[in-house]
């Protein structure tokens, strides 16, 4: 049967009870007997907060740290190599042990100005098939114009800081890149005595065009390893630009030779380009 009022025994030990509070709390009021105990408490209370924020709160906090610290790094590195593959793409045009530039109608007064800028606009791969590059005849790219403006860029030549890479036949969403290699591609060559010219084609295969002549019309004796140069002929890419050398001779009769030349640039090479309407 439950109790209906407290018994004397549990109102003694009530009455105890308050008497024993409120002298402790008159003890702490009226002296510093406790100070050490509440010291003590207050110590526990910050180590225990501290300890418990370094086992959870400081880990995650260091995780995200180093998350943001990843990206910004990545973000860093990826602009300091496009600033890199613009250096390169200016030595390529201005450099004095590139023959582009011993184009006087191209490269006016360098020698005395010194501060010469050379003009051309800077486009980003969008896409390209390394697959259908390496194993098949039709050799495209497809590239983004930064600050595009209204201006035609249909037979601009491509370039890298490895070389001539081919020219724009079409531009819609992205600008299409028609690569030397591509079997429909014809490029105007010479070698550096000026006596041999022929209209290299595309091979089909990554990194060689080649030039089919009649040796009884073109008798100059041509070597492997021979430089060879854009002859300007066609006035899409600058005359005396060294693209590559040979590689190879094959001679079928009397009337019929093949050269293969191996080219100095690779499309694969690199994600940034430059564009020169000649």
């Not at 201006?151 to 491509?158: K, L, P, W």
């Not at 060559?189 to 010219?197: A, P, Q």
């Amino acid at each position: 049967m439950a109790r209906t009022a407290p018994t004397p025994s549990q109102k003694i030990s009530f009455i105890l009870l308050i008497l024993i509070s409120s002298l402790i709390l008159y003890l702490d009021l009226t002296s510093n007997n406790f100070q050490n105990i509440k010291n003590g408490f207050k110590a526990f209370k910050i180590s225990s907060f501290y300890i418990a924020k370094e086992i959870s709160i400081e880990p995650i906090k260091s995780i995200i740290n180093l998350t943001k610290s990843k990206d910004d790094l990545v973000e860093e590195n990826k602009n300091l190599k496009s600033a890199l593959e613009l250096s390169y793409l200016n030595n390529y045009l201005i450099s004095k042990e590139n023959i582009f530039y011993k184009d006087e109608e191209i490269i006016k007064n360098v020698h005395d100005k010194g501060d010469y800028k050379f003009a051309y606009d800077v486009a980003n791969l969008k896409s390209i098939d390394p697959n259908m590059f390496i194993c098949c005849d039709k050799h495209r790219m497809f590239i983004e114009i930064k600050g595009n403006n209204d201006a035609s860029y249909i037979e601009s030549m491509v370039f890298n800081s490895e070389g001539i890479l081919g020219q724009i036949i079409n531009e819609s969403k992205f600008y299409e890149v028609l690569l030397l290699t591509d079997i429909s591609h014809s490029l105007p060559i010479k070698l550096e005595s000026n006596k041999f010219y022929c209209n290299a084609k595309g091979s089909g295969r990554a990194e060689y065009i080649i030039c089919d002549y009649n040796p009884l019309i073109w008798t100059e004796v041509i070597d492997k390893s021979q430089a060879v140069y854009t002859s300007g002929l066609g006035g899409v890419y600058p005359k005396d630009i060294e693209i590559g050398y040979v590689s190879s001779i094959i001679n079928t009769d009397s009337r019929e030779a093949r050269i293969e030349i191996k080219l100095l640039a690779n499309p694969l090479n690199g994600d940034q380009f430059g564009v020169l309407n000649y």
